[in-house]
């Protein structure tokens, strides 16, 4: 299994909802991220876990709370959103966060949320 | 900021015609890699180059690396209509190990 697995892949929500996003991966990868991307913008990252321990927060609102129960899947909590919260919001998985060894990161296909 | 800036914004070509794009950086980086993505859905890794290396190929795919100049350019070979995607680069900081993205480049392959 080469993939990372994200659900759903479209999400609205209203703005006093809590729904939250998965994703998964079976490579055996110990590191695993969160990016936010706006339309025709790069991703931005958000959240950073290694050995299922958050390493990074971006100055993430907590709005956005991350959880990562186990080694293989990654959860984003939301609650509160806002409108311009509204994103593709994308999970990656890397062999090891400060070391890619040559194959980068592998991207889920995303969760496109829309807050209304 | 360590982010890349990459020019072009946008790039139009005739189908078999090669296409290169830059991307400049700020800061030192342990590597930097090309991402693929096709119509604002998942991230594809192309090829990573380390700071080290100056040169790498990947099938019709050319990576260079000029650590001095803090840039990078990304050449597709005889570019196919399925090539029509945004490209963006990306570098994984000296000491923070963030991978922070580019602003990216659109490239659009005409048959």
């Known amino acids: 299994d080469t993939e990372v697995t994200q659900t759903p892949k479209h999400l609205v929500m209203g703005m006093t909802n809590k729904k939250s996003l998965k994703c998964e991966q079976h490579m055996g990868h110990r590191a695993m991220y969160w990016y936010k991307q706006k339309a025709k913008k790069p991703p931005e990252l958000m959240f950073v876990?290694?050995?299922?321990?958050?390493?990074i927060n971006e100055s993430v609102p907590s709005r956005f709370s991350p959880e990562c129960p186990n080694s293989s899947l990654l959860n984003l909590h939301l609650h509160a959103l806002q409108p311009e919260d509204s994103a593709l919001y994308l999970c990656?998985?890397?062999?090891?966060?400060?070391?890619?060894?040559?194959?980068?990161?592998?991207f889920g296909s995303g969760t496109r949320l829309t807050v209304v | 900021s360590q982010q890349g800036e990459e020019d072009p914004q946008a790039l139009s070509i005739q189908e078999g015609e090669n296409a290169t794009m830059n991307c400049s950086y700020k800061?030192?980086?342990?590597?930097l890699q090309w991402y693929r993505q096709n119509s604002g859905r998942g991230l594809v890794h192309l090829i990573l180059?380390?700071?080290?290396?100056r040169e790498k190929h990947s099938g019709r795919l050319r990576v260079t690396l000029d650590t001095s100049k803090k840039s990078s350019s990304l050449l597709i070979t005889a570019s196919r209509a399925a090539d029509t995607a945004s490209y963006f680069c990306a570098t994984d900081g000296w000491s923070s190990y963030k991978l922070i993205f580019g602003s990216g480049t659109r490239l659009l392959v005409r048959p």
């Open positions: 990656a998985s890397s062999q090891e966060w400060s070391e890619p060894y040559g194959y980068g990161y592998t």
């Open positions: 876990y290694s050995y299922e321990k958050l390493s």
């Open positions: 180059i380390r700071s080290n290396e």
């Open positions: 800061t030192s980086i342990n590597n």
